[in-house]
């Protein structure tokens, strides 16, 4: 397969994007329908890809993606754990590269709708008749009195993977016996529904091993939160007495954070810790919102059946940016979503068969060793909003085999996804 | 363990991998005829051994009656009311991305069974099993309850095309 950095040449108007290799000449592909992406995690990899590969070649396709190296969000909790080592869950782009996909490592900075044009932070542009928007979050600092980038840098929310989930590790690891780690839950919706319990629960085995006395609060604004019943039947069996789950109707909401100090306000009460992770309220990534994208709740409405925005009929949002009902902010979902949008792009710029939205969702969360469950369902395109077909999760009370089952068909899905985002 | 009789109703055996020594829990090969005597039963059987079709480890966890070994029905019916000739493969290439999210198309089966390369028959009768609920993997059972024969017909017919890659 040709390298398409070639591409880049043939419509980058601007200069500073790094074009290291020419392969076969565009003159036959001048023509060819042009699709860009933004971003490539879980949502924009996966299209890029699918793209790429079921054209044929008869597709233009671009990834916009400022890291060389990614790092999943999902099972970052298992290297927080300990299960997994920082590098297995890094993932670089040189495979969907030789896949034919052309690889722009810049920042999407603005999207020209009316021009069809994406302007990268390097001054380049990059024209679209297609483009696919896959920004993931953003981190509402200010939702959390006290909380800023800079806050983060002592009380991590680690909440887009990365160096953030190195910096967590290493302040838990760092807590003096007997310590109290805090962590602040999100409001709803946020990416990854049981994203926050699965880090107690590996934080609490980090801990369990290393410093068994220590305490675990968790300040939370909702009342109630996915998997609960397995999480908190798990917290006790593995660390019975260790962690201390507070709804907001207890707290209070959170008043103010102090990195100096080490504190959480909640409801007039303060509380002390040696470590915290707080994970203020999300909204659709930057550039989401600077397209003019966004709802007044800062997420992207779009259209079940193709996920067209419901702003702008020649961009697709897909992922944790997208308000996609009852599918959850999850990779799966992304991954399930971009295939969903990539037949949609494709058929609409090459006339291929466009078959039935389909869509597909599981989380798996790992509580303890050998101990993990999940929950899923399969969905369809409704008229106005994605629809859950069938579901499941995980029962109280499953005996070990079965958890054990869960937690290695986890990982081979690990293995799967990152086969099928990244090539 | 029982097994429906009848002209239309066949059996089809599920192994885990013939060649390779497996562990304790898993499902045991054991002479099909003990549960089934017909052709197809025999021919599906031998194809198994032979070729390692329904490849290993992914025997998952079964319901008590239907752990170690394994027999699943499989209706004449619904095999012939769609023909292979007709079965729609771009369909099923189409549908197959929900499966790739997990089932790895090299053909590595590490926690996730492998699905390629299989018989259709084989597909067919494993995804009816979930539909039922017969196998207990409950994201499969999910899977398998959101496609229609159709469906399930297209996804058989389009990994029975392929082989591992790597």
Redo the contacts between chains.
Sequence with gaps: MTKLTRRQFSFLTGGGVAATALGMPFIARAASPKVVVIGGGAGGGTAAR?LAKDSKGAIDVTLIEPTKQYYTCFFSNLYLGGFRDYASIGHTYENMANEGVGVVHDWAEAVDRDKKIVRLASGGEVPYDRLIVSPGIDIQYDAVPGYSVEASNVMPHAWKSGTQVQMLKARVEAMPEGGTFIMVAPPNPYRCPPGPYERISMIAHLLKEKNPKAKIIVLDPKEKFSKQSLFQEGWERHYPGMVEWLPGSITGPIENVDVDKMTITAGGETYKCDAASIIPAQKAGTIAQKAGLTNDKGWCPIKPATMQSAMDENIHVIGDASVASAMPKSG?AA??QA?VAA?AVRGALTGS?V?PA?F?N?CWSLIATNDGV?V???Y?AGEEAIEV??????KTGEDA??RK?TY??????Y???S??IFG | MAVAEGEHAAAIFISGPIAKPEPANHCRAVDMKEFIGSDLANRQHCDARTNNKISGHWVERMTASLRAPVAVLLSWSLISAVPAAAQDVAYGEYLSSQCTTCHQLSGKDKGIPSIIGWDTESFVAVMGSYKRKERENQAMQTIAASMGDEEIAALAAYFATLKPKE
């Design positions: 699918y799966f991954n399930s295939k037949n068969r078959f389909r597909a599981t999940k899923g369902a399969a369809k077909t069938s579901k499941f999760i995980s085999d079965l089952q290695e068909e986890s990982v081979g899905w293995d799967g996804i086969k099928d």
